[in-house]
């Protein structure tokens, strides 16, 4: 199964746009990328996911380089709230099965 | 609509004890999954039921573990007997339709094997 790999934790100022940044190098070519974040006592949520595009949403953006061996979850304006644990994910091919990476820690500061 | 419920929220038992915990996913979604946290690990896959059955049951740690979802609505996970590394928090999830879609996850359930 493809693995992740992110940064353990990061800072952000409040109002200021967030990208946190993972690895997926062993992605194969029909896995897509999820990002999901847990906050404090409360199960993970889901954020946004891609397979080879550009995607957008209300919560966030998620840029995906060309080669797919990487990507980057963009808060275009941190808020305090968005303090959390955020992960990204490689869903298995043709399964429902995530696959979780140690997180990144995303303290937003005022 | 209610989201995702799991119960009980906490759980603490002594090793050798028999412990079973209750998912009940969002209405109408056939896809339920299991997944838990133990100490400073990430969240691993434990298994995926398509209705009543096993779709996948390949994360699962051993036989002391067996779930099930009888009639296809809610699941439950029995640790029997339970050791001190089944510690952790255990999430379920559920979703409808394809893979493709977002899986919600309940609150989880903190079990502690003292």
């Known amino acids: 199964d493809a693995k992740t790999t992110q940064p353990p934790s990061m800072d952000c100022a409040e109002g200021r746009a967030a990208n946190l940044p993972c690895n997926h190098s062993t992605i194969s070519g029909n896995e897509y990328v999820y990002w999901y974040r847990q906050i404090h006592s409360q199960g993970p949520q889901y954020i946004i996911h891609g397979l080879k595009n550009n995607e957008t949403n209300e919560m966030a953006s998620l840029i995906i380089t060309e080669d797919r061996k990487s990507s980057t979850l963009i808060l275009p304006h941190a808020t305090l709230r968005d303090t959390a644990v955020y992960y990204c994910?490689?869903?298995?091919?043709?399964?429902?099965?995530?696959?979780f990476g140690q997180g990144t820690t995303l303290q937003v500061k005022p | 609509e209610a989201g995702v419920t799991q119960f009980p929220s906490h759980s603490v038992i002594e090793k050798g004890q028999t412990v079973t915990l209750r998912c009940d996913p969002i209405?109408?979604?056939?896809?339920l999954y299991w997944y838990r946290r133990v100490m400073g690990k990430e969240i691993k896959f434990l298994l995926h039921?398509?209705?009543?059955?096993?779709?996948?049951e390949s994360g699962m740690p051993n036989n002391r573990f067996l779930a099930e979802r009888t009639g296809g609505t809610y699941s439950t996970l029995k640790v029997q007997p339970a050791e001190l590394e089944d510690s952790g928090v255990y999430f379920c999830?559920?979703?409808?339709?394809?893979?493709?879609?977002?899986?919600?996850f309940g609150q989880g359930t903190r079990l502690t094997v003292v």
């Open positions: 994910i490689v869903r298995v091919a043709n399964t429902g099965k995530l696959i």
């Open positions: 999830a559920s979703n409808q339709g394809t893979e493709n879609t977002e899986a919600f």
């Open positions: 209405s109408g979604h056939d896809n």
């Open positions: 039921f398509v209705k009543e059955s096993k779709q996948d």
